[in-house]
């Protein structure tokens, strides 16, 4: 099993220019996370999916759109990218959406510079 | 008032070395309470959950005190294998019946701990 798979490991966008980054697990899991982490600080959470096609605001969602379409993906977008969105990005998942007392399996990050 | 809070160090000990962090938490609804550990900037790793009677993994162990809404972890006898970042985690209870029906999981800031030889 792969895991939780996040595309591009690397990016570097221009201020204004749109992406998404992208998020897939293989463990059939129902609740999704994305969270960003800046240098000294912990991660913060930026939106979160109990199953297919529901979203929840975290912590730091403006500026960001989340889209979960199927129980596999959770894609992240920058409409228009801002240098203060230069970050590295974490995806997690975890088993069940109803309990509390499951660890979160995390993809590897990807490190986005925004110029 | 960030919802958890952490000192971010760095905490500089010697090997062999005990030494301690305390994390704080705001919101008393909080159900679920874990340590990660992240080595340079990789992502999180599960170190412990933490149980409301405490509990012992080797040379690491967790305790909850709900009264004071706050948890700590204690490191026995510090190996330099042992620096990296320790980052608490809570669970933040059960969210508004509007949300989607899942829990945030809300990570502190990191404390740095540097084990010396």
């Known amino acids: 099993n792969a895991g939780v798979t996040q595309t591009p490991k690397f990016q570097v966008l221009k201020t204004g220019q749109s992406m998404t980054l992208q998020c897939a697990q293989d463990m059939n899991h129902n609740s999704m996370y994305w969270y960003r982490q800046d240098p000294g600080m912990g991660l913060r959470l930026i939106y979160y999916s109990a199953s297919e096609g529901t979203t929840d605001k975290g912590e730091v969602p403006n500026g960001y759109n989340v889209s979960r379409l199927n129980k596999r993906e959770f894609s992240l977008r920058l409409e228009s990218a801002a240098p203060s969105q230069t970050s590295v990005y974490f995806c997690a998942s975890k088993p069940r959406s109803s309990t509390t007392n499951e660890k979160l399996f995390f993809g590897s990050g990807t490190q986005l510079s925004v110029l | 008032r960030k919802e958890v809070e952490q000192d971010p160090g760095p905490f500089n000990v010697p090997e062999g070395a005990t030494v301690a962090f305390n994390c704080t938490y705001s919101?008393?609804?909080?159900?679920?309470f874990f340590w990660y550990r992240q080595d340079c900037r990789k992502e999180p790793k599960l170190l412990m959950s933490v149980y409301s009677s405490g509990n012992e993994d080797g040379r690491f162990t967790a305790q909850l005190n709900r009264a004071s809404q706050y948890i700590s972890l204690l490191i026995r006898d510090s190996k330099l294998s042992d620096s990296a970042t320790y980052l608490c985690?809570?669970?933040?209870?059960?969210?508004?019946?509007?949300?989607?029906?899942?829990?945030?999981?809300?990570f502190g800031t990191g404390t740095r701990l540097k084990v010396l030889a």
């Open positions: 919101n008393s609804a909080s159900q679920s």
């Open positions: 985690v809570v669970n933040m209870g059960r969210p508004p019946i509007s949300t989607s029906g899942t829990y945030k999981y809300i």
